[in-house]
């Protein structure tokens, strides 16, 4: 009887193991700092797989390397991806320095106002939720919105809103894979930013212990039928 409570739990370590990797998030409210502190730094973002970049909208290039433009000299639509810029400079603020009204979460939120922001992953990301909450105030443009971006900083999906008039707004957004990142528009601070992530494949060691565990409980229980 003992052996079999000892197996029965093995086996639902395992089960637990598989739920804990299945499921994972990533929750930010910017007021573990003051104002002005990077949003890369530890107390603001305690991820070492997440950053807080700014980005841009570059050209594809060719076979040869070079940009895939039109006859002036201009962006193709659907042959252009996001890049970073290297000397990113992102940062919490208190959105009543501009003006701005109190945050959502009380002290600070992510600094988007001059600049759109790219939160980078260093791996991909299968997106069960997302949402962010706007500032407090009135202010904003219409027919805004948040890329969700592949490995090659092309965008794979968007959710469309208006800052403009839409003071405390929540955007929330559904499932997405294969994330690498996501472009948060400029005109804008946010605040309370949740992206809840789902495992694609469980690690082959949770495989490993489930299968053991439910393996031994089966021929445990053959041996008691015989």
Do not use: C
């Amino acid at each position: 009887m003992n052996s079999v409570k000892l197996i029965m739990n093995a086996a639902v370590l395992g089960l637990a193991s598989f739920a804990a990797n299945a499921y994972a998030g990533y929750n930010f409210n910017f007021d573990n700092a003051a104002s002005g502190t990077s949003a890369n730094n530890a107390a603001v973002n305690p991820y070492s797989n997440v950053q807080f970049l700014s980005g841009f909208v570059t050209a594809d290039l060719d076979a040869d390397g070079f940009e895939i433009l039109d006859p002036n000299g201009q962006n193709i639509p659907g042959y252009t991806h996001w890049e970073a810029y290297s000397d990113s400079d992102i940062r919490v603020r208190n959105p009543e320095e501009y003006g701005h009204g109190a945050a959502p979460s009380v002290s600070n939120a992510l600094d988007a106002m001059f600049d759109q922001v790219l939160i980078s992953f260093s791996s991909a990301q299968n997106l069960s939720s997302f949402s962010v909450q706007l500032d407090n105030s009135n202010f904003g443009g219409f027919n805004s919105s948040i890329l969700f971006l592949d490995a090659a900083g092309k965008t794979i999906s968007t959710l469309s809103f208006d800052q403009f008039a839409n003071p405390g707004a929540i955007i929330t957004g559904g499932a997405v894979s294969g994330v690498y990142g996501i472009v948060l528009g400029a005109g804008k601070l946010y605040d309370n930013l949740t992206i809840t992530t789902v495992s694609a494949v469980p690690e082959a060691e949770t495989y490993a212990m489930m299968l053991a565990g439910l393996g031994m409980m089966g021929f445990v229980a053959s041996r008691r039928r015989r």
